[in-house]
């Protein structure tokens, strides 16, 4: 899911998520990726990028989606509640400080330990985004 942030027409922001498998030793958790987000230069510091993180974990919420996992900024991602904890059991090419997870469904991790990747069979450079107006 894409989702961009328009002024006057111009494209001034933009957030990806994508489909992600948890896989563990019991069996394989669906769970979203969310990277990257990223804001024009000079419309940067103004809450764009995140009305587009708060947007899209809305939506994703919205969806019936559980679990959200980024490679970021912990500074950053922290204020939308991504407690680096969550993410320790998740093992993966990124694991470390700067990989983050959140549970839209309380508990969604709890007791999870696995390995993190993309899901292969969704890739796809189709598909319209979502717009949200600044
Ligand atoms: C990161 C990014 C998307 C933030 O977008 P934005 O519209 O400027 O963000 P907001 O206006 O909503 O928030 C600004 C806040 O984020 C903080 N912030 C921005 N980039 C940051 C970073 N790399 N690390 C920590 N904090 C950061 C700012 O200091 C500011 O903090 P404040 O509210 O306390 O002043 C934008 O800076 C960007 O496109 N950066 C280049 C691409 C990038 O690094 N993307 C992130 C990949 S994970």
Redesign the pocket.
């Known amino acids: 899911m894409s989702l961009v942030a328009v002024e006057e027409r111009n494209i001034i ?1 933009h957030i990806l998520f994508s489909d992600l498998l948890i896989e563990t030793q019991r069996t394989v958790l669906h769970a979203v990726s969310l ?7 000079d ?11 708060r947007r899209g974990l809305a939506v994703c919420r919205e969806r019936g989606k559980s679990i959200v996992v ?4 912990p ?3 922290r ?1 939308f509640g991504f407690p680096a904890e969550l993410s320790k059991n998740l093992g993966g090419p990124y694991a470390g400080d700067a990989w983050m997870a959140l549970e839209l469904i309380p508990g969604a991790l709890a007791g999870v330990k696995g390995t993190a990747g993309p899901r292969r069979d969704r890739w796809s450079s189709g598909g319209a985004a979502e717009e949200i107006t600044s």
């Open positions: 922001g990277a990257p987000t990223a804001v024009l230069p419309h940067q510091r103004q809450g764009i990028g995140s009305a587009l993180v980024v490679l970021g900024h500074a950053y991602y204020r």
